[in-house]
């Protein structure tokens, strides 16, 4: 019933007024990207010729300086709804979710030799958060955007962010009701699964293995820390919820899962318990006079 939405932005001098303009447009439900591609590609390759006309493949931002001055170039960026963590409480059911919406969100992975992808250490991300004139539904299928804001994660806070998501997921698997035993034993594959328990761990031994010897980042080193803490017990209640679905011809898979859980904490233990000190200080410091003043204080009151 509601909208997929797509960032459509417009290079080159072909295009007039609408030249480094960006709109987000809103298209039914079930469009693919490729689709709106392949419909404004052969639409401005009409009115332009198509050799003039060059869809831009990726969401990095557009240099004009390296576009070819005799062409016209589209980018065009899947979006989703963007809600700051305040509204979220205000925004509860499906068409909240999909009603007045004015801010959109797109994610850039990126590493700073260029690459777009590389090792979980090289690994950032730039959110780029836009707001349009009117808010969606409107009668009108595409907005301008007047606002862009762009925000960099750093490569441990795109692995907080990454477990964060994964917990979420074993969160709802697990809680879904009616249960979905397919679904939620896909989420524990993914999770604690053989093929892939080196995802969680290689973070784990990645940004918990040393205490980062920049105190700016010991906030975020024991975020990580505390996620992974939340990942290994929603991973036990997802085992728990699996084991009172299966049938008779499940459980050597239940035991299969288990064991790998259990291979998996054990390895987690140690980069998770370890605590920095700097964080856990007194906030104010125990004197030996507290006694001595309380007495003194309840002496007063006597009187």
Known sequence: MFGTYFRVGFYGTKFGDLDEQEFVYKEPAITKLAEISHRLEGFYGERFGEDVLEVIKDSNPVDKCKLDPNKAYIQITYVEPYFDTYEMKDRITYFDKNYNLRRFMYCTPFTLDGRAHGELHEQFKR????????????????????????????????????????TQELAFATHQDPADPKMLQMVLQGSVGTTVNQGPLEVAQVFLSEIPNDPKLFRHH??????????TKRCEDALRKNKSLIGPDQKEYQRELERNYHRLKEALQPLINRKIPQL????????????????????????
Do not use: G, W
């Not at 975020?223 to 939340?230: A, E, G, P, Q, Y």
């Not at 030996?288 to 003194?296: A, E, G, P, Q, V």
């Open 127 to 166: 959110k780029t958060i836009l707001t349009t004139s009117h808010a969606f539904p409107y009668i009108k299928t595409r907005i301008n955007v007047i606002h862009k804001e762009e925000i960099i994660l750093t490569p441990i806070e795109v692995a907080i962010e990454d477990m964060q998501k994964k």
């Open 222 to 231: 024991n975020k990580l820390r505390l996620c992974f803490k939340d990942f």
């Open 280 to 303: 856990y200080k007194a906030v104010l410091p125990v004197t030996c006079h507290r006694d001595s003043f309380s007495r003194m204080s309840l002496r007063k009151m006597d009187i």
